[in-house]
Nanobody, 127 residues
Framework: QLQLVESGGGLVQAGGSLRLLCEIS??????????LAWFRQPPVKEREGVAT???????NYARSMKGRLKIYKDHDKKVLYLEMNSLQPGDTAMYYC???????????????????WGQGTQVIVSS
């Protein structure tokens, strides 16, 4: 059974950086079709897409955060990463890793399209 475990969150000052990690269990990354994604959910707000990465490694970023993010994966280590720079208090949220095996390209930014989720890692950006 696929398990996703996030880490790397924490408290950071505005302007700082963080690298989030998502450990992916099993053989999920060997699937010929899959999407991996990062979502976030700020307090009292809906979950929103942050970044996705296709099986071939093509990234896609939320327009509001483009230029401050890098999503990538390491198949050998079975880890998905999200590097975030120039963090602002508005980036404070619980960040979730998500996965779904049914896509080969055009990974969606809609959380309803993902079947597997991690427990989340908290990011707090202080001003």
């Amino acid at each position: 059974q696929l398990q996703l475990v996030e880490s790397g969150g924490g408290l950071v000052q505005a302007g700082g950086s963080l690298r989030l990690l998502c450990e992916i269990s099993g053989a999920f990354l060997t699937h010929t079709g899959h999407c991996l994604a990062w979502f976030r959910q700020p307090p009292v707000k809906e979950r929103e897409g942050v970044a996705t990465i296709e099986v071939a490694g093509t990234p896609n970023y939320a327009r509001s955060m483009k230029g401050r993010l890098k999503i990538y994966k390491d198949h050998d280590k079975k880890v998905l990463y999200l590097e975030m720079n120039s963090l602002q208090p508005g980036d404070t949220a619980m960040y979730y890793c998500a996965a779904d095996p049914l896509w080969t390209a055009g990974c969606p930014m809609d959380h309803e399209e993902y079947s597997a989720w991690g427990q989340g890692t908290q990011v707090i950006v202080s001003s």
